[in-house]
């Protein structure tokens, strides 16, 4: 017998949590706390004080004398120090999690120097790490208090479902193809993988240790925040012309089902089923589970053995494949409203940037949507092509240290503003270089005015030594420029602008993204283009009333 030697693992969110400024610790039996992470010095700094210790320990007191089954209490310690402690109560154990963290008001609060002195750390050098950090703002302590309390109850989740799996191993006899399928579901459950990604693993891994012909998840899109090129329906096993009607099937369950226990359904008898064909004479149902109600269905169906039902070990594996998947989504789904968060506030930064000009007013937008489609016709991934798009949207951000009246001159640019100019990629860059986010975008913001024959700036670099993703976004940063009007000239006609495209190509241009880029639909670009016209207009009048 086989036996599955590499330990489960949970995956671990500390690291992302720290450089938000957060540091969590666990409670140990003689009730003190223990670094999830070892002792550094963010630790020290948050948990060396005697007043700090002292309000953990009246925390933690509070906590354990609530007779909630989960609670989360928390507390700002002193001004820009919060502290939260997370109980939860299982009936296989109770575990307490105590977590600090800071808003950058404790740069400027009288206490920072008392946190240093306690931790016996250099008050200069901590100030200079901390303003490296990503930390949260002041307005958006509660929605961390949530967002942490959620991280931890999901992990909670994982580690209860881990303890499952080894009732199951011994109940299986440490049946190596069930431990193997519970492995790769908890080894797939990373932030970075994609919903679809993961629901495909499950679905494949459920076909290949269990004796049904088709396995099939259906996400209800409407009632969960995800990735839009999630379409909802994923199936393992092949089937054919059935593959519509099981889709439509599973909407029908998803939307109609109550509880959240597995449960088998005789799909002669369920009306759910009428019209449909191909059907073996029962269907496995789990319930995928969301914050507030049912947010899809995982379905077994054709089961290839000569057994009239799923046994109750296969039962427990399909309720526990639903389990992981209702916690994967929901941690993808507030990992997307951070995203979208994330976005929201550079395009209103860069919409703030674009308006210091009337007449450049959208263009990071169009940009932005310009590289996207090209990095598309070009076949790239779409993690490539998010970066691209955000790429986009912050190319010119450096022009918030160029001065006004040279972004908005109508006439030629004398020697000293067109070097105000040129230096807006490497200000670009030095301002978003220490946010984590912009780590592979900081080369489009650098580089999109070189050029592929050397003649550019700021390092007239040339050819295949320009990032792609600098080159991609060059190109939609030119035909922008030519497409838009600017305080010195009127638009130019779109086939005078495709004309230079093609005339650049190898010169200004990578030759090889010229042809992906002509074959863009421009539709919603010109529809784009009119909306900043119509702006532009408007404004215009708005002045000539004044």
Same mark, same amino acid.
């Given at each position: 017998?086989?036996?599955?030697?590499?330990?489960?693992?949970?995956?671990?969110?500390?690291?992302?949590?720290?450089?938000?400024?957060?540091?969590?610790?666990?409670?140990?039996?003689?009730?003190?706390?223990?670094?999830?992470?070892?002792?550094?010095?963010?630790?020290?700094?948050?948990?060396?004080?005697?007043?700090?210790?002292?309000?953990?320990?009246?925390?933690?007191?509070?906590?354990?004398?609530?007779?909630?089954?989960?609670?989360?209490?928390?507390?700002?310690?002193?001004?820009?120090?919060?502290?939260?402690?997370?109980?939860?109560?299982?009936?296989?154990?109770?575990?307490?999690?105590?977590?600090?963290?800071?808003?950058?008001?404790?740069?400027?609060?009288?206490?920072?120097?008392?946190?240093?002195?306690?931790?016996?750390?250099?008050?200069?050098?901590?100030?200079?790490?901390?303003?490296?950090?990503?930390?949260?703002?002041?307005?958006?302590?509660?929605?961390?208090?949530?967002?942490?309390?959620?991280?931890?109850?999901?992990?909670?989740?994982?580690?209860?479902?881990?303890?499952?799996?080894?009732?199951?191993?011994?109940?299986?006899?440490?049946?190596?193809?069930?431990?193997?399928?519970?492995?790769?579901?908890?080894?797939?459950?990373?932030?970075?993988?994609?919903?679809?990604?993961?629901?495909?693993?499950?679905?494949?891994?459920?076909?290949?240790?269990?004796?049904?012909?088709?396995?099939?998840?259906?996400?209800?899109?409407?009632?969960?925040?995800?990735?839009?090129?999630?379409?909802?329906?994923?199936?393992?096993?092949?089937?054919?012309?059935?593959?519509?009607?099981?889709?439509?099937?599973?909407?029908?369950?998803?939307?109609?089902?109550?509880?959240?226990?597995?449960?088998?359904?005789?799909?002669?008898?369920?009306?759910?089923?009428?019209?449909?064909?191909? #059907?073996?004479?029962? !269907?496995?149902?789990?319930?995928?589970?969301? =914050?507030? &109600?049912? %947010? *899809? +269905?995982?379905?077994?169906?054709?089961?290839?053995?000569?057994?009239?039902?799923?046994?109750?070990?296969?039962?427990?594996?399909?309720?526990?494949?639903?389990?992981?998947?209702?916690?994967?989504?929901?941690?993808?789904?507030?990992?997307?409203?951070?995203?979208?968060?994330?976005?929201?506030?550079?395009?209103?930064?860069?919409?703030?940037?674009?308006?210091?000009?009337?007449?450049?007013?959208?263009?990071?937008?169009?940009?932005?949507?310009?590289?996207?489609?090209?990095?598309?016709?070009?076949?790239?991934?779409?993690? #490539?092509?998010?970066? !691209?798009?955000?790429?986009?949207?912050?190319? =010119?951000? &450096?022009? %918030? *240290? +160029?001065?006004?009246?040279?972004?908005?001159?109508?006439?030629?640019?004398?020697?000293?503003?067109?070097?105000?100019?040129?230096?807006?990629?490497?200000?670009?860059?030095?301002?978003?270089?220490?946010?984590?986010?912009?780590?592979?975008?900081?080369?489009?913001?650098?580089?999109?005015?070189?050029?592929?024959?050397?003649?550019?700036?700021?390092?007239?670099?040339?050819?295949?030594?320009?990032?792609?993703?600098?080159?991609?976004?060059?190109?939609?940063?030119?035909?922008?420029?030519?497409?838009?009007?600017?305080?010195?000239?009127?638009?130019?006609?779109?086939?005078?602008?495709?004309?230079?495209?093609?005339?650049?190509? *190898?010169?200004?241009?990578?030759?090889?993204?010229?042809?992906?880029?002509?074959?863009?639909?421009?539709?919603?670009?010109?529809?784009?283009?009119?909306?900043?016209?119509?702006?532009?207009?408007?404004?215009?009048?708005?002045?000539?009333?004044?």
């Amino acid at each position: 017998m086989r036996h599955a030697s590499k330990e489960i693992q949970i995956v671990d969110n500390d690291e992302m949590l720290r450089r938000m400024g957060v540091v969590r610790r666990s409670i140990s039996d003689d009730g003190s706390t223990i670094p999830s992470q070892g002792a550094d010095w963010l630790d020290a700094f948050l948990f060396s004080s005697a007043p700090v210790r002292t309000r953990v320990r009246e925390m933690i007191a509070s906590t354990n004398s609530n007779d909630m089954n989960e609670s989360t209490l928390s507390c700002e310690v002193i001004p820009g120090l919060h502290l939260m402690v997370f109980s939860r109560t299982t009936r296989r154990e109770s575990t307490t999690t105590v977590a600090m963290f800071i808003t950058n008001e404790i740069l400027d609060s009288a206490y920072f120097e008392m946190l240093c002195q306690a931790a016996q750390l250099d008050r200069i050098l901590v100030r200079s790490m901390l303003e490296q950090m990503n930390l949260i703002q002041p307005g958006e302590v509660d929605r961390t208090i949530e967002f942490i309390s959620l991280l931890i109850r999901s992990e909670g989740e994982v580690s209860q479902r881990t303890n499952m799996l080894g009732d199951l191993g011994k109940q299986l006899g440490e049946s190596y193809e069930e431990i193997h399928l519970y492995h790769s579901l908890i080894g797939s459950t990373s932030v970075s993988t994609s919903p679809m990604a993961f629901l495909t693993t499950v679905t494949d891994e459920l076909k290949t240790v269990l004796p049904f012909s088709w396995i099939a998840i259906r996400i209800l899109t409407d009632r969960i925040n995800l990735p839009e090129d999630f379409d909802g329906f994923v199936v393992g096993g092949d089937l054919g012309r059935q593959h519509p009607v099981v889709s439509t099937v599973a909407e029908r369950l998803a939307l109609s089902i109550d509880g959240r226990e597995p449960s088998i359904i005789s799909t002669e008898s369920d009306a759910r089923f009428e019209g449909t064909f191909g #059907f073996s004479s029962d !269907v496995v149902v789990c319930p995928i589970a969301g =914050d507030s &109600g049912t %947010i *899809g +269905v995982l379905l077994a169906g054709n089961d290839a053995s000569s057994r009239d039902e799923a046994s109750n070990i296969e039962m427990k594996l399909l309720g526990a494949a639903s389990e992981h998947v209702s916690v994967f989504l929901r941690n993808a789904a507030l990992y997307e409203n951070l995203d979208s968060m994330f976005l929201g506030t550079v395009q209103a930064m860069v919409s703030a940037i674009d308006a210091k000009d009337r007449y450049t007013c959208g263009h990071s937008q169009r940009v932005a949507w310009l590289a996207r489609e090209l990095a598309i016709n070009c076949g790239h991934d779409a993690e #490539f092509v998010k970066r !691209v798009h955000l790429a986009g949207l912050v190319h =010119d951000v &450096g022009k %918030i *240290g +160029v001065p006004e009246r040279v972004l908005s001159k109508p006439g030629r640019l004398d020697d000293d503003e067109f070097k105000a100019i040129q230096a807006h990629p490497e200000i670009g860059s030095r301002i978003l270089r220490d946010i984590p986010q912009m780590d592979g975008i900081l080369p489009a913001v650098m580089h999109h005015h070189e050029r592929w024959d050397g003649r550019g700036y700021p390092d007239a670099i040339s050819g295949e030594d320009i990032p792609l993703i600098a080159r991609i976004v060059s190109i939609a940063d030119a035909f922008d420029a030519m497409s838009s009007t600017r305080t010195y000239r009127a638009a130019r006609p779109r086939h005078e602008v495709l004309a230079e495209m093609n005339r650049c190509r *190898g010169t200004q241009f990578d030759p090889d993204l010229v042809g992906p880029f002509l074959a863009i639909d421009f539709e919603e670009y010109d529809k784009m283009i009119h909306g900043a016209l119509h702006a532009f207009e408007s404004d215009q009048e708005g002045r000539a009333a004044a």
